[in-house]
């Protein structure tokens, strides 16, 4: 125990919480002296504040959450195929179509979304043109699903079809597996909602020339290490969600040996090398289902309060979290980006958040990685210094730092992971995540990219559940 | 009039700061209401009682940020609005003195900050308990300025303190110098040989002040909080702070200060003096001297008494005269003599609540029959706080004057309507006024109320009166505010300045009574 004229020896040191006035005095008697910009926990809403009085100093919860951000960190991805989505997928049959996001109705979906569906129904064979296949999407005769149910992913628009060939990543610590499309570049893509005839060509192509001579590569292969790369992506200026150039000259080199190692007729392989060398966003469909497999791992750990998923479907935000339902989605609607629009147009052409690569923002990659992504401030807006101090404020909204994911900027730190619904609520401050925008209106395609967050009150609600389940469980 | 009423979403500053801003607007020429706050309970209830509740302000959450003005001209309204965004916005871009810009956690600031050993907390009380709770376990001392946290709260975080070994200064403390360094508002001290524990924060800095103008210096100024000699908390910090500068090599002599407390709080804090070796003075004002002095203490009725009883224990040898000086006794009879015969009472408009009780202590001695909102004793609780009858003080740093407006000591220009009022009774015969300095403070606070202490005084003229003001700086010549300049713009407008708040209040009674000393 320490007595308190022990003080009196030591040189004053200070912390200050509140009126930033008396920090400036402190300056003025050269004290050294932090600011603490105190906000009221939780918003200040009592009910809030209540149950996380419960929630908080919690030796069940604190467990649950080692144990969480322990299976994340340990989960240990490899690509190890590729295959049509309706032979992988658990739950996927003929008539099933995966969107991102948390669950909703054809009649509630945003314009990218309802484009790629019509898209994906005319890729399948199931409509001839847009009018059918939006009656056919109308009819009921489709059942709609999120991916993140189905242990997939998928960005922007995210929509997976039976036909679509998937990566299949084995998460080989857990044994459990992730799905993931081929990511088709930029431009006039499904994911942002073009539906256009080489759209789906290039689906077609995917399907048939693509993804027979990957599945022939990987077969070679004991399965690509895709831990592997993304480490080493994040110390070569990539964070994984919006900026993958490193990831994917990585995978490139990792893969092609392998290509040469099948008996590929030679235009088709150098048509399929060139796909990937000349799509630099080739890995986000790699990293997210990576970031998938490790966060499934994660979910399911009684009293956990550690996020599981953050996915977005362009009218609603949703997040999942560990020691709740799998089924239990907390939604809010989605916010809109901030940041910077490609020439020609404004914020009034974005559609609002969308898409599931907000899954390595989960993951503690993506926008919690940007700090050590310089080059990636520049497309979203903003200043180097920006992203070093969103990277570093995300450490105070989780439960851990991923020594396997660090950053060279923050003096390879660990990532901040293991994002925490009691100190986001607690803190108010909201996970970063850093996105591309897609137009309103189906099949436009990019608009920009910037910074956005999800909406307070998926964590809110997320709290509230999460106290009453646990407190009633205590109870009986 | 015109009015703009903006909600900011999620865009949280501390009450210190948004009251402040608030005065600084309610200044300005053409300004009929202006009110930057969160959108609490409390300050939506406040706008709603000047109309200023629009449907968006009353859906507004705590997070959310009000900003309401009302002026005679859209284009003021304009202009308060840009000067709101600029006070707030220059308030982001701070950066702290070591280049860390602020953080927004605790674990954050320990991070940025790992050799931190002293936490002060100015949160909304509702919330301060549980951060200073914090604070407490993360082994910080703790200066707690914020009020409004419950008894049960603060003793929990007290009976913390004391077994960690911690300081718990406070709820509702305004005032601390630890190691020569001050805290919320405090004056720049001598280093010397006096430790003080005061439950009063003005008490704190008059008693520390007058021990820097006899010459002499402090160890350590620790502050409870005014309730700790309640009886529910017992005194626990002023036992705690006594033992700790008993044990502290530098300190010779110990001063507590306070208000008389309930008879077994004092009877524990007497028990334990008895256990010092070191001499002790107790300044509880208007207490019990028999039961002091029993235990070998020093009894000190007023804070004069007690900064002169101190530095008399630390150097038998010092000079200290409690006698007005001549320039003082030639100022009374020569005001005396331009007084009406109505014009009888004095009225005293503080900052300092301990000031105030000091001041009707003093004046009481003297045979004026006081109101006053400080009073304890019946006879002299004021009825109606917004007329003056006869002698009286008023602390204008009370809850009734601040509610949601700042503490005068930050923005005494909330005096100045008051002073008027005073001013324009005939039967004023003497303005008696505080001024505090030192940090915390308003960093110019003469110059707030100069100008209207002039026109009060030509508003006397005018009605054939003439009025004597006498102010009290309560300062050292090293306080932030430079103290000579202080007083140089209140000579220059003709009022007194004493050295003490115990002669400011003398020289009242005596123009008062218009006596003449001899």
Redesign the interface.
Known sequence: ????????Q??????????????E?????????????????A???PQLIEALDWLQNHEQIEMANQEAIKRIKDAHPYLVDIEPAVKVIPGMHAKKILHSGPPITWENMCGPAKGAIIGALIYEGLADNEQEAARLAESGEIEFAPANEHSAVGPMAGIISPSMPVHVVENRTHGNKAYCTVNEGLGKVLRFGANSEDVITRLKWIETVFAPALKAALQQSNGIDLKSITSQALHMGDECHNRNKASTSLFYREIIDYFLQTDLDKSDLRQVIEFIKNNEHYYLNLSMPACKSALDAAHGIPYSTVVTTMARNGVEFGIRVSGLDQKTWFTAPANFVKGLFFPGYSEADAAPDLGDSTITETMGIGGFAMGGSPAIVQFVGGEVEDAI?YSE?M??ITVGENSNYSIPALNFRGGAYGIDIRKVVD???LPVINTGMAHKEAGIGQVGAGIVHPPFACFEQALLTFAAKYRGEQNE | MTSKVIVEK?A?H????LM?LSGKLLAKDGVEEAVVSMA?EMNKSLLGNISLLTEEAEQA???DLIIAVKADTDETVEQVLRLVDEALHA?KE?K???G??????????????P??????????GE?AA??AKQ?LNQ???VML??DNVTIEAERELKLLGQ?????VMGPDCGTAI??Q????FANQINQGGIGIVAASGTGLQEVSVQIDRLGYGI??AIGTGGRDLHQDIGGIMML??M???A??D?TDVIVLISKPPAKPVQDKILNEIKKVTKPVVVGFLDGDREAIEAVGATFAPTLIDAARQAVSLVDPTATISSELDQAAIDWVEQVTHNLTAQQRYVRGLFCGGTLTSEALSIMRARGLQVKSNVAKKAEEKIDNLSLSVGHTLLDMGDDDFTKGKPHPM?EPALRNERLLIEAQDPETAVLLLDFELG??SHDDPVGESIEVIKQAKQQAIDAGRYLPIVAYLCGTETD?QDYRKQEQKLKEAGVYVASSNEMASRLACMIANKEVAK
């Open positions: 125990m320490s007595r308190i004229d022990q003080i009196f030591q040189r004053l040191q200070v912390i200050n919480i509140g009126a930033a006035k008396f920090k005095d402190l300056d003025l008697q050269n004290i050294d002296s932090i600011q603490y910009d105190w906000r009221p926990p918003g200040g809403n101090d404020q450490y105070q803190t108010n401050i | 999620n949280y501390d009450s210190v700061t402040s609490t959450t705590e997070n308030r701070h702290s003195g070591n860390v810009k602020s953080v927004k956690t605790l674990p954050a600031a320990i991070d940025a900050l050799e931190a050993n002293m936490a002060v907390i100015s949160v909304p919330y549980k951060e604070a082994g910080l001392h300025f914020s077994e960690k070994g911690l300081l630890i190691n360094v001050g805290l919320c160890t350590q705690e702070g033992r700790a500068l044990d502290d530098a930050i940090y915390g932030k």
